[in-house]
């Protein structure tokens, strides 16, 4: 199993930064790709972004692309996701997954086998 925990959530203006973490533990060795979901009230959960932990390709959604960066820290088993140029309709609740299994432009649920409780976010205009 891998345990994953969330981390920097808040309210910030419109505009504004944020920079969410997550630290993995556990059986973190069979990870092969770690990311991010959002789930905005009323609507369903979306994919935001997901890295591939050995060679670091990134792949994000159409509307993150430009403002959201997605880095992660191999020794401290750490994803990260910088959020610049917030908007409101950023304003969600945001949840880092991990995966076994990494192919290009994995963006579906059900390519995820781990889960965090999530870190709200909330953008004010």
């Known amino acids: 199993q891998v345990q994953l925990v969330e981390s920097g959530g808040g309210l910030v203006q419109a505009g504004g930064s944020l920079r969410l973490s997550c630290a993995a533990s556990?059986?973190?060795?069979?990870?092969?790709?770690m990311g991010w979901f959002r789930q905005a009230p009323g609507k369903e959960r979306q994919f935001v972004a997901v890295i591939r932990w050995g060679g670091a390709r990134t792949y994000y959604a159409d509307s993150v692309k430009g403002r959201f960066t997605i880095s992660r820290d191999n020794a401290k088993n750490t994803v990260y996701l910088q959020m610049d140029s917030l908007k409101p309709e950023d304003t969600a609740v945001y949840y880092c997954v991990a995966a076994q299994v990494y192919y290009s432009g994995m963006q579906r649920e059900n390519d995820y086998d781990y889960w965090g409780q999530g870190t709200q976010v909330t953008v004010s205009s």
């Open positions: 556990g059986r973190t060795f069979s990870m092969n790709a």
